[in-house]
C-alpha cells in the first residue's frame, strides 16, 4: 500500500519550447502558465507543500518558485534543453528526492483543476500499479499508415457509428506517476507494452487540453476566462 509521504509532487518546466517561444512565460489570463501551475499545487488538501518541488533551470522560472516560496529542483542546462532520452537526464530528480514516488503534472494544461489533480494521487495511492497515466476515452475509427482499418469493422451494410466500435484510450500527457527507481531502469511508469504495469487513469478532456501550438494557446486563454468568470458568478 502507498503511503501519501512517499510521493514526491512535481512540475517541470524549461524555456526552450520549439513550437511556442517560451511558451511558460508567455502572458496568459493576466498572468503565466507556470504562475497558474505552481498556484494550484497551493491548494491542495491531499499533499503537504513540503511534497511539491518545481524542477526548473532558468533564472526567470526559479523565481516565480521562490515568489510562492516552494520548493526548488535546480534542473541542469542539459536537462532542460533533453527531448526524451534518456530520462535519466531528463528527470534527474529520480535519484536526488528522499520518495519512492513521483508524480508529474503537465505545467501547459491550465484548464486542469487542482481537485482533479488531488483525484489523480488518491488513485495512485489505492492502486497495486506501480504507474498511474492520465488518458481520454473515446470511440473512432482509425487507419494505419498504409491505409489498413485498425478499429473494428461495423460490419458489412453498417453506417459508420461511433459507438459501434471499441473505446480505444488516448494519452492525455496531463498526469503522470511512478516508482523513481524505474527512471534508473529508463523505465516511467511502467513497461508500455505489459499489461497491468500502468493503470489508465480516464480524465475529462477539456481538463487536459494540451499547450503545444499558438493557436492552443489563444484557445486555452479564451476557455480559461470564461471558466474563471463562471467560477466567480
Known sequence: MKKIEDIAVIVQARLHSERVSQKVLKPFAGTNLLDIAVQKMLKSSVFKLSQFFLSVHEPELVEIGNSHG??????????????GVPLTLLYEWWNQLPFTYAVLINPCSPLLPIETIDAFITRFLSTSAEGLFGVFKKRNYLWNEAGALISESPGKGAAMDTKLVEPYYEAAHALYAGRLDRIGDGIWMGELGEPGEIELYVMDELEAFDIDYPWQFSVAEILFESIARKGAS
Open 70 to 83: 516552494v520548493n526548488i529542483f535546480q534542473r541542469t542546462e542539459q536537462s532542460a534543453r533533453a527531448e
